[in-house]
């Protein structure tokens, strides 16, 4: 009994040393690029864009494979945001992709809602709860406003209801450390 809780000890030893080991040797990096580019988008993960959400969007972004004025959500701050970090000339926001709006968080009629979960299943950050055959509702700081849960209700329970302009939703510009100058504006919470 005691040999094999020391062999399966020594295992588990080899294995944890293996296994760290190849975590470091074999790293694999993410892209910079990438990164600083996606966190200056929304997070909507609307597909307004084309893309499946805000990362596709910034890889393709990041290998010129996207223009950046297909985001609706964030509009001409995130434009310029990342016009500034990849030095590219700041382009009006592509009309095809929809037109810049206020921010806004979903809000479901209670009393109308016949829970079917179809705005459950729409919704890209789970910020909806409900069950089957029960009423639903909408976490409001959790809501990105993409309204993809708008188009699958059949009862037209879901409403976008703008979020008011206080101190807690002001956006100012974040500067930049590495580079002194601006790269968002990010919003308070």
Same mark, same amino acid.
């Given at each position: 009994m005691l040999s094999a809780v020391i062999a399966i000890s020594a295992l588990a030893l080899t294995f944890g040393l293996l296994l760290g080991y190849s975590?470091?040797?074999?790293? /694999?990096?993410? =892209?910079?690029?990438?990164?600083?580019? =996606?966190a200056l988008l929304p997070q909507t993960q609307c597909g307004q864009c084309g893309f499946a959400?805000?990362?596709?969007y910034a890889q393709a972004i990041?290998?010129? %494979?996207?223009?950046i004025n297909r985001c609706p959500p964030g509009g001409e701050t995130t434009i310029?945001?990342?016009?500034?970090?990849?030095?590219?000339? +700041? /382009?009006?926001?592509?009309?095809?992709?929809?037109?810049e709006k206020?921010?806004?968080?979903? +809000?479901i009629d209670e009393q109308v809602c016949i829970?079917?979960?179809? *705005?459950?299943?729409? *919704?890209p950050v789970d910020a909806i709860l409900g069950a089957a055959k029960s009423m639903h509702t909408v976490i409001a700081s959790e809501c990105t406003g993409c309204e993809l849960c708008?188009?699958? *209700?059949?009862?037209?329970?879901?409403?976008?209801?703008? +979020? %008011?302009? =206080?101190?807690?939703?002001?956006?100012?510009?974040?500067?930049?450390?590495?580079?002194?100058? +601006?790269?968002?504006?990010?919003?308070?919470?």
């Open positions: 975590a470091i040797r074999f790293r /694999v990096e993410g =892209d910079p690029v990438v990164d600083r580019i =996606d959400g805000c990362r596709p990041a290998q010129g %494979e996207a223009e310029i945001g990342l016009a500034d970090l990849l030095g590219r000339d +700041v /382009v009006p926001l592509d009309a095809e992709r929809g037109e206020p921010k806004a968080v979903a +809000v829970g079917c979960t179809l *705005c459950i299943q729409a *919704c708008l188009p699958p *209700c059949p009862v037209d329970c879901i409403h976008m209801t703008p +979020v %008011e302009q =206080d101190i807690a939703h002001w956006k100012w510009p974040f500067p930049d450390a590495a580079s002194g100058g +601006v790269i968002a504006a990010r919003e308070v919470h």
